[in-house]
């Protein structure tokens, strides 16, 4: 079944080898005609010039005998004629129209009269000559020549041009069962190509669809079940982006093959895009998809051995029922598509089956973009700021733009919720270049207010790293705002940092250029490799607030060795989540660099931020 669906590519061959075999037969007829009759009547012409040469001859010679009456000399004149091979018979009248002389080859009669009508010409050639002398009109000659030489000539011609033709056409055969064996070979190639995918040989997107419809009406028709899951490769960019395009398709090619072992014989397994995979299958109930798909996780989730390296693609799929989560084909694609989201939501590496309730959540988040959208284009966000702080000396030294959105009905919406639904749709692009350009303005007028030259540091999302032009927004926005480079701090997750290595590397060494402080946000959640830490241009490690929260308890040993690993590093530290003195005396002991936290400031709008700064400058100039 995972074959591609055969169609008889013959048909039109075949068509195309009979029509031109009848073109060139009817070209060769059409060729063979006009060539007929041109030399027919060219034989023909020919003919008729020689006689009428032959009747100027005896004209010219036969007026002394006419003159003189001598017989005798004109039928020996005539008789001269015995060795033309075409004559039939020659002759000559007098002025009265009397018969003066003639000669007539054997078996042919006398020369025919002067008033005689001509034979038909595929019979004979009849020319008539006067003879004349000093303007007088003495007689006439009257010659008759044979034309059966010119009918020989043409059966001759005939038959060599049948002969030609028959040649020609025997060849024309030849060739057109050549071409005909072409045609049929290129069709089935694009037949094949039409419908497989030439990385991993699987069956298409387009030929997946086909067979999933195919096998939808047959269990209609049975009264039965199929399930459909989609499979998705988790971390296939990564592999491609860090191996290169040949390990990509390696991978791919292997997941093809641990599909097709995990399918049973007669499934329907198609690769439907760049790291998708689909299985469609008839089941008896829920269970036996079930099964299928956790065995596909499963053998998914061992690594394969790619060109010496060990790679763990595994996968999340999302599984659904026919005629249960869907009665039509489009839909079914669309639940399984549903529990996939699910399956990539709920973390990667799993399976989702399709709930009916997945539906309004995804619907929820669809209305969620819409008003987020609007919000952004009417004016409905803030950006609010956390001051952070210098552990030691507890001086403020920045703070971090957090983004707010107080939605008209449903209130305060967290960013956490909303944040996601912006990546997903792609607007993170549009909000972060506003929240960018906010925090920018803002923190130019920060050094005025205070004296101090506070950085302010800005969410960065792995999206808007992908822009190909986000340095250039980065340096208008600090051109347009006037906040120098070096009072901006881009904070990138750690996760997000190894979804895209390649383009968040070099955005970062282009952004170190110009004079852009680094953050790792969330340090410690994410890919949990140190050894990258080498390879990022950054200035500074934020540790995540789940291991500030169990200070001065369990999180010690992880934190402590954060910051001795930065140390190293010649990096800052930033603690998040900083919510008791405990904590912020820990950190100080064990030589944090920056805090920050509900304990020394929550994220608050930008006016009240100023407020604190101005009261913190003032408390800062009373203590010294
Ligand atoms: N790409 C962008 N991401 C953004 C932007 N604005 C926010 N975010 C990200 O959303 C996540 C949630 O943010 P938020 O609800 O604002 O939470 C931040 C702080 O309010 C919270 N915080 C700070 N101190 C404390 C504390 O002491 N206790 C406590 N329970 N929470 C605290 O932590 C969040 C700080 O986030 P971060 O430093 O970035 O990790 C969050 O992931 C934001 O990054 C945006 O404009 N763009």
């Known amino acids: 079944m995972n074959n591609p669906p055969k169609r008889d590519g013959a048909q039109l061959s075949t068509m195309l080898g009979a029509g031109q075999l009848a073109a060139a037969v009817s070209a060769l007829v059409i060729a063979g005609l006009i060539l007929l009759?041109?030399?027919?009547?060219?034989?023909?012409?020919?003919?008729?010039?020689?006689?009428?040469?032959?009747?100027?001859?005896?004209?010219?010679?036969?007026s002394a005998s006419l003159m003189f009456r001598d017989r005798e000399a004109a039928s020996e004149m005539l008789r001269s004629f015995r060795s033309a091979p075409v004559l039939q018979s020659v002759?000559?009248?007098?002025?009265?129209?009397?018969?003066?002389?003639?000669?007539?080859?054997?078996?042919?009669?006398?020369?025919?009269?002067?008033?005689?009508?001509?034979?038909?010409?595929?019979?004979?050639?009849?020319?008539?000559?006067?003879?004349?002398?000093?303007?007088?009109?003495?007689?006439?000659?009257?010659?008759?020549?044979?034309?059966?030489?010119?009918?020989?000539?043409?059966?001759?011609?005939?038959?060599?041009?049948?002969?030609?033709?028959?040649?020609?056409?025997?060849v024309a055969q030849l060739l057109v069962r050549k071409t005909r064996a072409r045609v049929a070979a290129a069709e089935r190639e694009l037949e094949y190509l039409a419908h497989t995918d030439p990385v991993t040989t699987l069956i298409n997107r387009r030929a997946t669809y086909a067979q999933l419809e195919r096998v939808l009406a047959e269990r209609a028709a049975a009264g039965g079940r199929a399930a459909l899951l989609l499979i998705d490769l988790d971390n296939f960019k990564a592999v491609n982006d860090a191996a290169g395009h040949n390990a990509g398709?390696?991978?791919?090619?292997?997941?093809?093959?641990?599909?097709?072992?995990?399918?049973?014989?007669?499934?329907?397994?198609?690769?439907?895009?760049?790291?998708?995979?689909?299985?469609?299958?008839?089941?008896?109930?829920?269970?036996?998809?079930r099964a299928l798909a956790q065995r596909v996780t499963e053998a998914l989730r061992q690594p394969f051995q790619i060109e010496g390296s060990e790679v763990f693609a595994t996968a999340s799929v999302g599984a659904c029922t026919f005629p249960d989560d869907a009665a039509t084909m489009a839909q079914l694609v669309s639940s399984a598509d549903t529990a996939l989201y699910h399956a990539k939501k709920a973390g990667r590496n799993r399976l989702a089956e399709f709930a009916p309730e997945m539906t309004l959540h995804i619907q929820r988040r669809l209305r969620l973009e819409r008003e987020l959208r609007r919000a952004l284009e009417t004016g409905g966000l803030e950006v609010?700021?956390?001051?952070?702080?210098?552990c030691a000396s507890e001086r403020m030294v920045g703070a971090e733009a957090l983004l707010r959105w107080r939605h008209p009905e449903h209130g305060f919406i967290s960013p956490a919720e909303f944040i996601p639904v912006a990546e997903d749709s792609g607007l993170i692009v549009a909000l972060?270049?506003?929240?960018?350009?906010?925090?920018?303005?803002?923190?130019?007028?920060?050094?005025?207010?205070?004296?101090?030259?506070?950085?302010?540091?800005?969410?960065?999302?792995?999206?808007?790293?992908?822009?190909?032009?986000?340095?250039?927004?980065?340096?208008?926005?600090?051109?347009?705002?006037?906040?120098?480079?070096?009072?901006?701090?881009?904070?990138?997750?750690?996760?997000?940092?190894?979804?895209?290595?390649?383009?968040?590397?070099?955005?970062?060494?282009?952004?170190?250029?110009?004079?852009?402080?680094?953050?790792?946000?969330?340090?410690?959640?994410?890919?949990?490799?140190?050894?990258?830490?080498?390879?990022?241009?950054?200035?500074?490690?934020?540790?995540?607030?789940?291991?500030?929260?169990?200070?001065?308890?369990?999180?010690?040993?992880?934190?402590?060795?954060?910051?001795?690993?930065?140390?190293?590093?010649?990096?800052?530290?930033?603690?998040?989540?900083?919510e008791n003195r405990e904590q912020l005396a820990w950190l100080q002991r064990a030589g944090c660099t920056y805090a920050q936290g509900y304990l020394l400031g929550k994220p608050m709008p930008a006016d009240a931020l100023r407020q604190t700064m101005r009261a913190h400058t003032v408390a800062a100039e009373q203590a010294s």
């Not at 097709?260 to 008839?282: L, M, N, Q, Y």
């Open 384 to 390: 609010f700021y956390q001051p952070q702080f210098d």
């Open 249 to 289: 398709d390696e991978l791919l090619r292997r997941v093809a093959m641990e599909l097709r072992a995990v399918a049973r014989e007669g499934d329907v397994v198609g690769r439907i895009g760049g790291d998708e995979f689909a299985i469609v299958t008839p089941v008896a109930d829920h269970a036996e998809a």
């Open 37 to 62: 009759v041109y030399q027919l009547l060219a034989q023909q012409q020919a003919l008729a010039n020689e006689a009428r040469v032959q009747a100027a001859i005896v004209a010219d010679n036969i």
């Open 432 to 578: 972060g270049q506003w929240v960018l350009e906010q925090a920018c303005r803002e923190a130019a007028q920060w050094r005025g207010l205070c004296g101090l030259e506070l950085s302010v540091a800005v969410n960065v999302s792995v999206r808007q790293l992908r822009e190909k032009d986000f340095l250039d927004v980065v340096i208008r926005t600090l051109e347009a705002t006037g906040l120098p480079a070096g009072q901006l701090e881009l904070e990138v997750t750690e996760s997000v940092l190894m979804e895209d290595v390649q383009s968040a590397v070099q955005f970062m060494r282009e952004a170190r250029a110009i004079g852009v402080r680094l953050s790792i946000d969330d340090f410690g959640t994410g890919y949990s490799s140190l050894a990258y830490l080498q390879s990022f241009p950054i200035n500074q490690l934020k540790i995540d607030r789940g291991f500030i929260e169990s200070l001065p308890g369990d999180g010690t040993t992880i934190v402590n060795a954060v910051i001795s690993l930065a140390r190293d590093f010649q990096l800052s530290v930033v603690a998040e989540g900083v």
């Open 91 to 170: 002759a000559v009248y007098d002025a009265d129209g009397e018969l003066f002389a003639d000669y007539s080859t054997p078996g042919h009669a006398p020369a025919a009269r002067l008033d005689a009508v001509a034979a038909p010409p595929w019979q004979s050639l009849r020319v008539v000559a006067d003879v004349g002398y000093r303007g007088a009109r003495l007689g006439r000659v009257v010659l008759v020549n044979s034309t059966i030489g010119i009918r020989d000539a043409m059966v001759r011609y005939i038959a060599l041009l049948v002969l030609a033709s028959l040649g020609a056409l025997l």
